[in-house]
């Protein structure tokens, strides 16, 4: 609510501040999960990179049990199924308005993974296109890699 204040009731803009919130958390949280996983290899491909996200990822910080569902044939798009209800939004109700408006609540998430993902060099777009708060009868992710990002160093040596 504080955020619908902030931005005036604007649910576009509150969209776009959830989610710059979750890149923010993301890249911060990804130290947390790369210390506590031990992990010193990187994944090979999006492919393993979203199962790590859902059944590692999601399940450490959230309690979460997901499934990556739905590959693309090119392996670059994936929807991840949360099994159960998102923590996230347990105490959440969206009033109507704001779920005919649009009102993106899981935003912040899907920033969260992105943010997380980008910190390691690994451009996606995420969104939700199953949301409970919106009625539908389950959560579901929807994962599009873009592109890896290479490291740039500010000298040419």
Known sequence: MQVMRDCEDCVEEVNKRLDKMGVSIGSRLIEDFLAKTNTTQRCASFKETCEVVALVGLK?????????????????????LFEHLNPFCEFVELPDRFVQD?????????????????????????????????????????MKFLGNVEDEYPFED
């Open 60 to 80: 450490m910080f959230l309690g979460l049990t997901c499934v990556v569902t739905n590959w693309s044939l090119e392996n670059t798009e994936c929807d991840i």
């Open 102 to 142: 649009d009102l993106k609540y899981c935003q912040l998430l899907c920033g969260v993974v992105r943010g997380a993902l980008l910190a390691i060099g690994t451009k996606t777009e995420c969104e939700f296109v199953s949301d409970k708060l919106k009625g539908d009868e389950t959560f579901v992710m929807h």
